[in-house]
Every structure is written in structure tokens, then in C-alpha cells.
């Protein structure tokens, strides 16, 4: 496996960034039922197999995410030879002393290889030093790789929405309380 090198980005790492493949592929989603009566509303969340695999495109415009990124108090990118081939990207939260990932990709050929958990516990690591005590994300209802991925993590089911995400795709949110 080659050695992996976590960093904060710079500017010449942005053209790499945003060309890396930002969809992914599932075989499985986290299906809602939402039952709502008078006084009682359930929500229910099941993981299901899809028919056949699907590709996924990221939820939000990758062209808006470089102007974002000037404004996350974090960005750190994922090197192998010297080459961006993920990053992570993190912005405190308002809730108070959390800090929420607001972006992850890792580029398609090197994905499942602890390239995103390397940039997870790095942030985690960030976040600890800035003293900050609890991540947050958000992740499509159908992103099975990254929800087994934060799972794996210690990350903990906390809400959902349901209009989060311009293409309506609905948003899990985790979380995890650093030690």
C-alpha cells in the first residue's frame, strides 16, 4: 500500500481537488418511513438493497465547493506520490464545541483503501487541538460506503432532513464525541 500523506490543502492542490470524481456507486440505501398521526409521528430508517447498482452524483455543485472552502476552518487533502487523491473539508459548528464535516471525496481508485478514514481521524485530531468535543456529518440517505465508513468510526445515528440537499436526496446526520 503506498504511504498516504494528510496535510492542510493549498492553493495548488485546488485544480486536483475539484477534478476528482465526486459520485460514487451503492448497491443499498437507508429507506424513511414516516408515519404521522395526531399525536404521534414515527420515522423509521432501514437499510435496503437496491434492484441494481446506482451511480450517485454528489449533492451539492462542485463548483460552488471552491468558493465554500474559503470559508471551512478546515481543509485537508489526502497525498499519495505527492498527488491529491482525497480531501476533507470542516467548518465549526454553532452548536457548541462541535465541528461539522461539510465534505469528504476520495478519488474512485483508491477508495477503501483507509484513505477516508485517515482524513476522518485527522479532522478528528484537528478538531481535539482546537478544542472542539463533538463531530457532525451529513450524509446521503444512499452513501452506504460512507455511512459503513463513519460507523467503523464510533459515529452515531442523530437526525435527519429531509429537504437538506438542492437535489432532495435525504440527509443523515452522525455523530461522535471525541475522548
Known sequence: M?????????????PAMMDLDHS????????????SEDRYVSVNFQENRLPRSVKVDYPRNTRQLMKDWIHRDALLVALIEKKPVAYISVTEDLSPSSAWITDMVVAPVHRRAGIGTALIVAVEQWAVENRLKRMIVDVQS????????????????????????????????????LG
Open 142 to 177: 444512499k452513501n452506504m460506503p460512507a455511512i459503513k465508513c463513519f460507523h467503523k468510526l464510533g459515529y452515531s445515528f442523530c437526525g435527519y432532513n429531509d429537504h437538506f440537499y438542492a437535489n432532495q436526496d435525504i440527509a443523515l446526520f452522525f455523530s461522535h464525541y
Open 2 to 14: 503506498p504511504k498516504i500523506e494528510v496535510r492542510t490543502a493549498v492553493l495548488e492542490d485546488i
Open 24 to 35: 460514487y456507486h451503492t448497491d443499498y440505501v437507508w429507506q424513511m418511513d414516516l408515519i
